[in-house]
């Protein structure tokens, strides 16, 4: 589950949005394939023998019709694989072919994160990019999600931020927090309500279910993956289900395993932890900011000056903008301000492109997945309790808790440890998925760390060190250590 600052570091176009398949006799989808089939047909069978491929931009609503690469085709899979013949969904699924067939190595699967986020695109959105050497060896296979995009999309407006009734004039303080979490549970258990058969079924276990009909749809004895942020969740428990199904695996900027109530609290000491290194930066440079030499002389500054939340946790990259700001609100500057956000935060994205559906699907992973919070009281609690642990990073206190209401029990995959070739990522500074969680799943399901020195999240494919990538994917060399990230500016 990501959280207010997310960072998505690879969007897509307006023409890429996912919208259902077509379904016209004209433009009729790809030969979907029957689970008795898929059963009864061994790996290593050739995949023309049950897999029709065809252009996506041919049949997939809302696709780019510039793209003649990419080709889509449909897997039946069942909604509760403890009922294998009863209801199925559809998993969407598209490929861009290995460009030097002499030397393909086999197939990547990618996914960008999320939950929630169609991944469906991610190969034609990177095969010209940061994949391009990697796509000269494998087939770069996209897919959505159950509950995503194409594959058996959940509708839920009712999550859209718009959706939500506005707190009641002279509702204050807590009692204005517990309306808002009390109104977002309420709409979450109506959403899930529609089709609770679907919705409890939203988990990693089975979306690593659903990779596995891929594989063996695909024809391959191993896959090869490729992911960040939540994807790292679907990655671990995909090879903890399936290990010696894997090939190689990459994972970057990593979920804590289990996904419990402590990680929140590791997320806020990870941004306090990120200001005291900006008042540090800010000490070094007194003759330019003239806050203090010390970082405990700036550290009294900042925090004495009036409503500056949001410039005291600004990442690495911001911090000279932020510093001249504070600056400027100490020296009576006016200073532009920040439009407001909506009562009840979601994560941006999914309200806007979403209508709140992406949210409806966030809610369903975490809470099936984890023992997170599900009760109003305990989170004001464990938040109070932070704020003086934290006295930055702690401030904004209880929000809308995710899980109060949703309606099924949680239901964690169990990780283990395996032999295949496994590289990790983590980003040293970061404050969504924390450089703890990555130490975590290290001891959790074992494999190299890779640690970039910035605070950005998933940023790996933007810097040179991306190389390590490439070497791990096409040679199979582990990496570990660290690697410079996106650098902090120098005044």
Same mark, same amino acid.
């Given at each position: ?20 398949? *077509? ?71 598209? *490929? ?55 594959? !058996? ?64 749809? /695909? ?19 995909? *090879? ?58 700036? *550290? ?104 109060? !209401? ?15 070739? /496994? ?23 074992? !494999? ?44």
């Amino acid at each position: 589950m990501l959280v207010e600052g997310q960072r998505l570091p690879r969007q897509r176009s307006s023409q890429q949005r996912h919208v259902p398949w *077509r379904t016209d006799p004209g433009a009729r989808p790809v030969k979907a394939i029957a689970l008795a089939a898929l059963l009864l047909v061994s790996p290593a069978q050739a995949e023309a023998d049950t897999v029709d491929w065809k252009l996506c931009a041919d049949i997939a609503a809302g696709w780019d019709t510039a793209d003649r690469a990419s080709e889509c085709m449909m897997i039946k899979v069942p909604v509760d694989y403890g009922k294998p013949n009863g209801r199925q969904i559809d998993i969407a699924v598209s *490929r861009i072919k290995a460009t030097e067939p002499a030397k393909r190595k086999g197939v990547l699967l990618l996914n960008p994160g999320g939950p929630g986020i169609p991944g469906i695109t991610e190969p034609v959105l990177h095969a010209g990019t940061y994949l391009k050497e990697i796509n000269r060896y494998y087939d770069l296979i996209g897919f959505d999600t159950r509950g995503v995009g194409y594959s !058996g999309k959940t509708f839920c407006p009712e999550m859209d931020a718009s959706k939500f009734p506005p707190t009641p004039p002279g509702v204050t303080g807590k009692a204005a927090v517990q309306f808002r979490s009390d109104a977002y549970a309420k709409n979450v258990s109506a959403c899930a309500a529609k089709d609770p058969e679907l919705s409890r079924s939203l988990t990693a276990a089975n979306a690593a279910r659903d990779m596995d009909r891929i594989r063996v749809a /695909l024809g391959e004895q191993k896959i090869s993956y490729q992911a960040i942020s939540w994807g790292s969740a679907l990655g671990s428990a995909y *090879r903890s289900m399936f290990d010696n199904r894997v090939d190689r695996m990459l994972l970057e900027s990593l979920m804590a395993p289990g996904q419990n109530n402590e990680d929140d609290d590791d997320q806020v000491a990870a941004k306090e932890r990120l200001f005291n290194l900006f008042t540090k930066w800010i000490a070094g440079r007194d003759q330019v900011y003239h806050f203090g030499k010390t970082a405990e002389e700036v *550290r009294s500054a900042l925090l004495a000056l009036p409503n500056v939340n949001s410039l005291l946790r600004a990442n690495r990259a911001r911090w000279a903008e932020s510093a001249k700001a504070l600056a400027d609100i100490r020296d009576g500057v006016p200073v532009p301000q920040a439009a407001p956000k909506p009562e009840f935060p979601g994560n941006g994205w999914s309200n806007v492109e979403q209508y709140g559906d992406a949210e409806f699907v966030i809610v369903s992973f975490a809470c099936n997945d984890s023992s997170a919070n599900r009760d109003f009281e305990t989170e004001w609690q464990r938040a109070e309790q932070l704020k003086v642990r934290y006295p930055v990073a702690g401030f904004y206190g209880a929000g809308v808790v995710r899980c109060q !209401g949703w309606p099924f029990p949680a239901n964690p995959t169990k990780l283990t440890k395996g032999r295949s070739a /496994l590289q990790l990522v983590g980003h040293e500074f970061e404050t969504n998925t924390v450089i703890k969680w990555a130490h975590q799943m290290q001891d959790t399901i074992g !494999g190299p760390l890779l640690r970039v020195q910035d605070d950005v999240h998933s940023s790996l494919s933007e810097l040179p060190c991306w190389e390590k990538a490439n070497d791990f994917l096409i040679n199979g060399r582990t990496s570990t250590g660290t690697c410079p990230g996106a650098p902090i500016p120098n005044n």
